[in-house]
């Protein structure tokens, strides 16, 4: 018998300090790389978006990945190419920390479609609120120096 699972991650990590150090003009190249992360792990990148200090995906984890190894591997590799291009001069590296949340497969489009409309909705709520917000959903209990 096979074994079978399904488990959506939405993923957030964000710029050390939240310092805005993710031109916009390069977000793509940003999203592409890390897409490349992602396959290189044999999983699926459903939608990547975010702003210019923080990042969202959607991801499906291949079960022989660990999640903290995943998102260490995408920060890390991250890290070095942004460094490498000359196009991120005010980026010095990611947070420690990040959200991982799990969805399931019937609220796939719903998270999609959040991450889809990231600058959108970061016109109106700061990172800092929507970071609350997706924990307080979540039930996660923070430790608000960590927010800041």
Not at 124 to 136: M, N, P, S, W
Request: proline residues 3%; positive net charge; contains cysteine.
């Amino acid at each position: 018998m096979n074994s079978y699972r399904q488990i959506l991650y939405h993923i957030v990590f964000c710029t050390h300090d939240r310092h805005p150090a993710l031109p916009q003009q390069f977000h793509e190249e940003l999203y592409r790389y890390i897409w490349g992360i992602v396959k290189n792990r044999n999983s699926v990148l459903y939608r990547i978006n975010g702003t210019c200090n923080h990042v969202h995906l959607l991801s499906d984890l291949h079960p022989s990945v660990c999640l903290a190894d995943y998102i260490k591997e995408i920060k890390t590799a991250s890290n070095l190419w942004m460094k490498s291009t000359g196009n991120f001069p005010g980026f010095h590296s990611w947070s420690a920390g990040y959200a991982a949340l799990t969805y399931g497969y019937r609220d796939k489009e719903m998270i999609v479609n959040y991450i889809k409309k990231q600058k959108e909705h970061h016109k109106k709520v700061t990172f800092e609120d929507e970071y609350r917000a997706l924990l307080k959903e979540q039930g996660i209990v923070w430790d608000e120096r960590y927010i800041f």
